[in-house]
DNA sequence: TATTGTTATACTCTATAACTATA
DNA sequence: TATAGTTATAGAGTATAACAATA
């Protein structure tokens, strides 16, 4: 196979990411969560109750930002606020009843677009996909 | 090595695009192109002059959006408009001398912080990464 | 009638700044 | 003094709607 040239490479990759990228939007206005309250769901679920100063460091992102999606969470009825039972400045973020059905939806790849994408390509296909999740959460990381 | 659950490598795969989305945002605000605009200059510098309505096809952006992102690039100096020889309606946009110099400076992977990162994964890395790019681009435009 | 482009307006996501309450 | 959270405001990126000019 004829390589291509670096610089290329890194231009069709982030021509990739772009569209995806916008993809990703377009699903959102489609009355499907946005990814960072997909992320939010999918942390609370594997980690359980957390603050909103918590999930705001683990997303890399500001806690009033986190505090908005939170908000909107909650309005949905996706996730509820508890005091902590011995810190009285913070509020614990949880699951409601809804919210860990949406995440069970979301796991059969049905409601999601790109779970559903993802789960009909064949298996290298899929392997490099996630090979390259990890690199890339590294160059985020950076 | 253990497999893990599809729903697990999906649900990492998607926080590794979301860090990676705002971190490509962050480096917006640090006086770098802003993605779309990269995505621009890229495709008028390896197919010569197109319309905003051209473009925002290739981007699968709508005009308006093109539009903007056009003015921007524009009011940088970056792009210019010519009207069309032919066809009074459209206006072609195309590189500045500048523009032109910008791009160079990407292909350099020293003013483009992820073209940087990635040139500095080992080859087998790159290699996934790239394999990558090519999947999520046909997942962006199912 | 279809297409190119512009202008006006609005929405989502995230940021900064200023504040209160608790530790 | 530091941390958790809220509220107000702003900016980037994109969308929809309505319009003018040209084909």
Redesign the pocket.
């Known amino acids: 196979m004829s390589r291509k040239p670096f610089e290329t490479s890194v231009a069709e990759l982030t021509q990739s990411l ?1 569209l995806l ?2 993809r990703v ?2 699903a ?2 489609n009355h499907e969560l ?4 997909s992320m939010v769901l999918a942390r609370l679920d594997q980690q359980g109750p957390l ?4 999930l705001a460091r683990i997303e ?6 986190m ?6 969470l909650e309005e949905a009825g996706l996730v509820q ?1 508890t005091p ?1 039972p ?8 949880s699951l409601t009843t809804k919210g860990a059905e949406m995440r069970r939806a979301f796991k059969d790849a049905k409601r999601s677009w790109i779970a559903n994408a993802i789960s009909q390509l064949d298996k290298q296909e899929q392997e490099t996909l996630f090979a390259a999740g990890e690199i890339l959460r590294r160059l985020a990381e950076q």
């Open positions: 772009g990228i916008r939007r377009a959102t206005d946005s990814l960072t309250e603050t909103t100063a918590e890399s992102m500001k806690p009033q930002s505090g908005a999606t939170v908000g909107a606020r902590h011995t810190d009285g400045r913070q509020l614990l973020v």
